[in-house]
């Protein structure tokens, strides 16, 4: 996981979570895991997520995952939230707790 | 020797008495009754104070973790946190709160999972539960919102947990 990576799963932890949940310091792989899963658990946020392509077959690895996340963060950091709104209702108290547990190796 | 077995005997003993025993916490000024068996506690705090107890080795499994929501901010609410989550789970009916944050809650923590609700004293507990993973949401009359979640918990050890409130 590269810096800028770090940069964009921090900003779209940040978005889901409130200010101040994360910084790309303390951004981790098992963070991303926590984000990736909160959104294809809730549903109707999963129709976000196809902006790299999936691989094929079973649970996508982490180097997958870590792009995806990314991108979120990328075009959260752009401006585009209005499509992550209803996701962040869903999952902002259902994964905190993950969230923060990923975050400080709990 | 026999004063040396003597110690080891009384250590294993209240080792295992701990382990089968529920702890006292006292979280947000309520009591709760956690399982003694936890591993790990992690003062994890940030703005909801988040506590989490974890029942494995392995690092965000099997955990109980207590947040106090009271002063959140992380969504629209509409309304005070803990007024909108009574309008979640249809205890109140306040027309402040933000209606459409509302109903994707509900499609979160109502639709499709068991929900029970009991008070206990001056508080209404909601349990919201799935084979995945189980909450419970503590709504004070005067403002206070905190809500438990776990992983492998569901309801009588949340019953338990809560018993003494």
Aim: glycine share 8%; charged share 20%; proline share 2%.
């Amino acid at each position: 996981m590269d810096y800028g990576e770090r940069e964009h799963i921090s900003a779209a932890i940040n978005y889901f979570w409130g200010d101040g949940t994360s910084s790309p310091h303390s951004v981790n792989e098992a963070a991303a895991e926590v984000v990736y899963e909160a959104i294809t658990e809730a549903q109707s946020c999963s129709a976000s997520m196809d902006i790299v392509p999936r691989p094929s077959g079973g649970k996508p690895g982490i180097s997958y995952i870590v792009k995806q996340v990314a991108s979120i963060g990328k075009s959260i950091v752009a401006g585009n939230t209005s499509i992550y709104q209803v996701c962040k209702v869903k999952i902002s108290a259902s994964y905190r707790s993950e969230i923060t547990m990923a975050l400080q190796g709990i | 020797m026999l004063k040396f077995c003597f110690v080891v005997l009384v250590l294993v003993s209240s080792s295992s008495a701990f382990a089968s025993s529920a702890v006292d916490l006292v979280y947000s000024d309520l009591k709760f009754e956690v399982p003694g068996e936890f591993s790990v506690i992690g003062d994890a705090g940030g703005n909801q104070n988040i506590l989490i107890f974890r029942y494995s080795d392995q690092r965000g499994k099997r955990f109980l973790a207590f947040s106090d929501m009271t002063n959140d901010e992380t969504i629209d609410y509409g309304c005070p946190s803990y007024v909108f989550f009574s309008k979640v789970f249809d205890l109140s009916d306040n027309s402040s709160c933000n209606d459409d944050n509302i109903e994707i809650m509900r499609d979160t923590f109502v639709e499709g999972r068991d929900v029970e609700a009991w008070s206990i004293n001056d508080y209404e507990v909601v349990y919201s539960g799935s084979g995945k993973k189980s909450y419970a949401f503590i709504i004070g009359n005067y403002g206070k919102l905190l809500k438990i979640d776990s992983d492998f918990l569901g309801i009588e050890a949340f019953r338990s947990i809560l018993a003494d409130l």
